[in-house]
């Protein structure tokens, strides 16, 4: 689900900055929020996972209300701008390989775009941990990085 790619890539974002000198400058900062938001995707998107089972219209308003959520949950106007933008970026980060299929699927045929999505998703559910990862099991993982991003102390 995108709540799950959005709630990690943020945790991502958040993450990857204790391995950042304290030299770097906020561009390097957003920067590798992104990249860790992306490379977070990829590695959730190799676990064996349920899917939604509808597109179109129906898939639209359920993205719709997955991406508000997650940016009402996620972000804080009592957060430092940077954290709330490195927040953001991994969002960004943790969502862009689905919204390179989408723009694909629904709005763009460009050949050189389906084929950046599938490069992109080379691993998509090449490890099976004996179950699928069902859908309420991603809800539960989103809503632990949620609590992780809403509760964690600004460093």
Same mark, same amino acid.
């Not at 940077?82 to 763009?108: E, Q, S």
């Not at 309420?136 to 509760?151: D, E, G, N, R, S």
């Given at each position: 689900?995108?709540?799950?790619?959005?709630?990690?890539?943020?945790?991502?974002?958040?993450?990857?900055?204790?391995?950042?000198?304290?030299?770097?400058?906020?561009?390097?900062?957003?920067?590798? #929020?992104?990249?860790?938001?992306?490379?977070?995707?990829?590695?959730?998107?190799?676990? #064996?996972?349920?899917?939604?089972?509808?597109?179109?219209?129906?898939?639209?308003?359920?993205?719709?209300?997955?991406?508000?959520?997650?940016?009402?949950?996620?972000?804080?106007?009592?957060?430092?701008?940077?954290?709330? #933008?490195?927040?953001?970026?991994?969002?960004?980060?943790?969502?862009?390989?689905?919204?390179?299929?989408?723009?694909?699927?629904?709005?763009?045929?460009?050949?050189?775009?389906?084929?950046?999505?599938?490069?992109?998703?080379?691993?998509?559910?090449?490890?099976?941990?004996?179950?699928?990862?069902?859908?309420?099991?991603?809800?539960?993982? #989103?809503?632990?990085?949620?609590?992780?991003?809403?509760?964690?102390?600004?460093?």
């Amino acid at each position: 689900t995108a709540s799950i790619h959005l709630a990690i890539g943020a945790v991502s974002g958040i993450a990857v900055q204790k391995f950042l000198s304290s030299g770097e400058s906020n561009l390097e900062k957003l920067f590798w #929020a992104f990249c860790a938001g992306f490379v977070s995707h990829i590695v959730l998107d190799a676990f #064996a996972h349920q899917e939604y089972g509808f597109g179109g219209t129906k898939l639209g308003f359920v993205l719709f209300v997955e991406i508000v959520a997650m940016l009402v949950l996620l972000l804080s106007p009592s957060k430092p701008l940077i954290l709330n #933008a490195v927040i953001f970026l991994g969002m960004v980060g943790g969502a862009l390989p689905d919204v390179l299929d989408l723009v694909y699927k629904y709005l763009i045929h460009w050949f050189w775009l389906k084929s950046l999505e599938s490069k992109i998703h080379f691993c998509h559910g090449t490890i099976s941990p004996g179950v699928i990862v069902s859908l309420y099991l991603q809800f539960w993982i #989103a809503f632990l990085a949620v609590l992780f991003v809403k509760f964690k102390p600004v460093s």
